[in-house]
């Protein structure tokens, strides 16, 4: 007679946990090396949209949602694209101001020029003719492709490092906390104190400097 085996039962209440295998938390900024290691590699490459959506991303320090809904108009004017451009944030419903760098403002010209867009055209349209523009699960999928091609994990990094980037080495050249709350259009100086995931020590350093 054959024996059989009855498999040992599950013991309770042990659910495997959602983020098991995942790195959670603030997904890091790009640091100024990495940010030069990837737009040199986009401009070897002659990627010309994605170029200048990476300079966009870091200059304009938006939310990708914001980000991927920008507009021909919205960052040109006349025939030229613009030194400073101000946006409605989707989630605030506050509008945000960004400066536009000269080598930003040259690679959003040669897109514009390649794609023969105009000026009430999403900036980035999607290459899939469901979306009108590009989705933020596409431009996710493009900024995963960014740091994967200069080594990084891919993981670690997503949108939020993109929008993180500047305002974090602003914050730490300067310490002006009220400047980089404006760049990203909070409301609350606390929530630009958590965005930025400044720590005690800096908290404390910037108190030394400080004589009343």
Known sequence: MNAITI???????????WNKGKLIGQKPPLKLKEIWAIRIRLQLDHRTRELALFNLAIDSKLRGCDLVGLRVH?????????????VMQKK??????????EQ???????????????PEQYLF???????????????????GSWVGSIGLDTAAYGTHSMRRTKPTLIY???????????LLGHSKLESTVRY???????ALEIAEQTEV
Do not use: C, M
Request: glycine share 4%; charged share 25%.
């Open 7 to 17: 498999p040992a039962p599950k013991p309770a209440g042990r659910t495997v946990p």
């Open 74 to 86: 919205d960052v040109v004017q006349g025939s030229h694209a613009a030194a400073r451009a101000i």
């Open 92 to 101: 605030t419903q506050r509008p945000v101001q960004f400066e536009i760098t």
């Open 104 to 118: 930003s403002r040259d690679a959003v010209a040669a897109w514009i020029t390649t794609a023969h867009l105009k």
């Open 125 to 143: 349209p999607s290459r899939v003719t469901e979306s009108p523009h590009l989705s933020t699960r596409q431009y996710s999928r493009i900024v």
């Open 172 to 182: 730490r050249r300067t310490r002006n906390l009220r400047a980089v709350q404006l």
């Open 196 to 202: 930025l995931g400044i720590e005690v020590d800096d």
